[in-house]
């Protein structure tokens, strides 16, 4: 994989996280947090838990498919980024626009109470 892949892959994991950890067991919380947020090794998490690599290995594939099918059946991380692109065009078409200045003001106040019901 290259570097990269591997970097959009530990982004896309960590945001999956952020989403869903509460759904996890603690054993997935624990070795994804080691392996993508702290950038452990696979023979360093398999030393602190008395385990096999290959044991750390599966344990972490499984933990970041129960996040691919959370993601698959309720989308959270995928509306998230829809709901940022609308911010940010309509940010954009306010800052483009001839709006009078009390529109402008108040599309701001709307769109700030949008982004803080996430």
Same mark, same amino acid.
């Given at each position: 994989?290259?570097?990269?892949?591997?970097?959009?892959?530990?982004?896309?994991?960590?945001?999956?996280?952020?989403?869903?950890?509460?759904?996890?067991?603690?054993?997935?919380?624990?070795?994804?947090?080691? =392996? *993508?947020?702290?950038?452990?090794?696979?023979?360093?998490? !398999? &030393?602190?838990? @008395?385990?096999?690599? $290959?044991?750390?290995? /599966?344990?972490?594939?499984?933990?970041?498919?129960?996040?691919?099918?959370?993601?698959?059946k309720l989308?959270?991380?995928?509306?998230?980024?829809?709901?940022?692109? =609308? *911010?940010?065009?309509?940010?954009?078409?306010?800052?483009? !626009? &001839?709006?009078? @200045?009390?529109?402008? $003001?108040?599309?701001? /106040?709307?769109?700030?109470?949008?982004?803080?019901?996430?």
């Amino acid at each position: 994989m290259s570097q990269g892949n591997r970097l959009e892959k530990t982004n896309r994991i960590n945001l999956l996280f952020a989403f869903y950890e509460p759904l996890l067991t603690d054993k997935q919380q624990t070795f994804l947090k080691y =392996y *993508f947020h702290d950038d452990f090794s696979l023979g360093e998490i !398999a &030393a602190e838990f @008395e385990i096999s690599r $290959q044991a750390v290995y /599966e344990h972490i594939k499984r933990a970041e498919q129960v996040l691919e099918n959370y993601e698959t059946k309720l989308g959270l991380l995928s509306k998230h980024e829809t709901r940022t692109m =609308y *911010f940010g065009e309509l940010r954009r078409i306010r800052n483009e !626009a &001839a709006l009078p @200045e009390s529109y402008g $003001q108040r599309l701001n /106040e709307i769109v700030d109470s949008l982004e803080n019901l996430e």
